[in-house]
T-cell receptor
Framework: DTGVSQDPRHKITKRGQNVTFRCDPI?????LYWYRQTLGQGPEFLTY????????KSRLLSDRFSAERPKGSFSTLEIQRTEQGDSAMYLC????????????FGPGTRLTVL | GQNIDQPTEMTATEGAIVQINCTYQ??????LFWYQQHAGEAPTFLSY????GLEEKGRFSSFLSRSKGYSYLLLKELQMKDSASYLC???????????FGDGTTLTVKP
């Protein structure tokens, strides 16, 4: 499968715990995006990378969220001290870049914070 | 802030044509996408408009008017499998930062 993959697909955690999600983009794509989506809402931008550089982070995102893309390939999104309000679907997308802005989405990681 | 408006819900009959509208007010504009999202699944790409006018792709067409901040997605010959949420998204920067609407849930009835 050459699409975007995410791991895990589901995560249940207790409030206060840390969680980390992984995204593997399409191999030749140099742009990678993280979104959060809750029921009945569209995807909400969190952050994006051009290769290994994190170019922008949403002002809505607290300091408990951090993302990395150390080698310009896969990316991780970490949430520290999770809160019940963090429960959502976390989507990763990648795009080729330059004039090709179409974003290909992964299946998402559904986080439930108890 | 960024603002994208779409109707929350629409209903149409199998075989018919439906038009889903999207209006936007954003700080930048580098193109507009339409995505389809079935319940519990990730969004999948449908169409992309960067210039004014109509883009046709099989049963799906998308229209853009940049001066009016307006787009629509036209679905023809509706099928039951077209029941899904349709997301309008504006690409605001050259790097692809995008803002999504909350989606229009389309229900296709026999």
């Amino acid at each position: 499968d050459t699409g975007v993959s995410q791991d895990p697909r589901h995560k249940i955690t207790k409030r206060g715990q840390n969680v980390t999600f992984r995204c593997d983009p399409i191999s030749e794509h140099n742009r990678l995006y993280w979104y959060r989506q809750t029921l009945g809402q569209g995807p909400e931008f969190l952050t994006y990378f051009q290769n290994e550089a994190q170019l922008e982070k949403s002002r809505l995102l607290s300091d408990r969220f951090s993302a990395e893309r150390p080698k310009g390939s896969f990316s991780t999104l970490e949430i520290q001290r999770t809160e019940q309000g963090d429960s959502a679907m976390y989507l990763c997308a990648s795009s080729l870049g330059a004039d090709y802005n179409e974003q290909f989405f992964g299946p998402g990681t559904r986080l439930t914070v108890l | 802030g960024q603002n994208i408006d779409q109707p929350t819900e629409m209903t149409a009959t199998e075989g018919a044509i439906v038009q889903i509208n999207c209006t936007y007010q954003t700080s930048g504009f580098n193109g507009l996408f339409w995505y389809q999202q079935h319940a519990g699944e990730a969004p999948t790409f449908l169409s992309y408009n960067v210039l004014d006018g109509l883009e046709e792709k099989g049963r799906f067409s998308s229209f853009l008017s940049r001066s009016k901040g307006y787009s629509y997605l036209l679905l023809k010959e509706l099928q039951m499998k077209d029941s899904a949420s349709y997301l309008c998204a504006v690409i605001m920067t050259n790097a692809g930062k995008s803002t999504f609407g909350d989606g229009t849930t389309l229900t296709v009835k026999p």
